[in-house]
T-cell receptor
Framework: DAGVIQSPRHEVTEMGQEVTLRCKPI?????LFWYRQTMMRGLELLIY????????DSGMPEDRFSAKMPNASFSTLKIQPSEPRDSAVYFC?????????FGPGTRLTVL | SQQGEEDPQALSIQEGENATMNCSYK?????LQWYRQNSGRGLVHLIL?????REKHSGRLRVTLDTSKKSSSLLITASRAADTASYFC??????????FGDGTTLTVKP
């Protein structure tokens, strides 16, 4: 298995633009997590899904953030409109039981 | 606030020495996990210890859990330069999600 796949790996955009981050979890995993990591805030859980259903989105910072999981092999995290304070590394992770497998992350820079 | 808090925030040792990192948490847990993150990479799972276990080993890693003190420690023996990374504890209180601490940055000098 190729592991958790995230795209793009790097994204540079201007304030106000829409940003879409993509994630393909490991086949057979029924949990999918979206995290944000910054120096100031550390690793924050934004939202997680179980069997494609959002379970807890209390970590989503604002209405500008939305996440979907249309099927078991794909999820998106969208920021619209983006702001400079959204600059961070965004990780997707998937799991089957306890251990979470992380993707390589998307480094987002909002100018 | 974060469920798990690592201590120390940063640790610098010589190759061959042992490294000990601690994690404290606030509420009851089902299990506690330790992850490693190399610079610029995603987190990698190292070891899981369940709430009814007190100690667990994996290679050069030794993890202890004291549920009465709500704390865990990760010991890396005979450290190597390649162990240089950030180490995070993650507590699982149920519902499928884990809460990560702020991490300990370990530097192993060759």
């Amino acid at each position: 298995d190729a592991g958790v796949i995230q795209s793009p790996r790097h994204e540079v955009t201007e304030m106000g633009q829409e940003v879409t981050l993509r994630c393909k979890p490991i086949s057979g995993h029924d949990y999918l997590f979206w995290y944000r990591q910054t120096m100031m805030r550390g690793l924050e859980l934004l939202i997680y899904f179980n069997n494609n259903v959002p379970i807890d989105d209390s970590g989503m910072p604002e209405d500008r953030f939305s996440a979907k999981m249309p099927n078991a092999s794909f999820s998106t995290l969208k920021i619209q409109p983006s702001e400079p304070r959204d600059s961070a590394v965004y990780f997707c992770a998937s799991s089957f039981v306890d251990e979470q497998f992380f993707g390589p992350g998307t480094r987002l820079t909002v100018l | 606030s974060q469920q798990g808090e690592e201590d120390p925030q940063a640790l610098s040792i010589q190759e061959g020495e042992n490294a000990t990192m601690n994690c404290s948490y606030k509420t009851s847990i089902n299990n506690l996990q330790w992850y490693r993150q190399n610079s610029g990479r995603g987190l990698v799972h190292l070891i899981l210890i369940r709430s009814n276990e007190r100690e667990k080993h994996s290679g050069r890693l030794r993890v202890t859990l004291d549920t009465s003190k709500k704390s865990s420690s990760l010991l890396i023996t005979a450290s190597r330069a390649a162990d240089t990374a950030s180490y995070f504890c993650a507590t699982d209180a149920g519902a499928g999600k884990s809460t990560f601490g702020d991490g300990t940055t370990l530097t192993v000098k060759p």
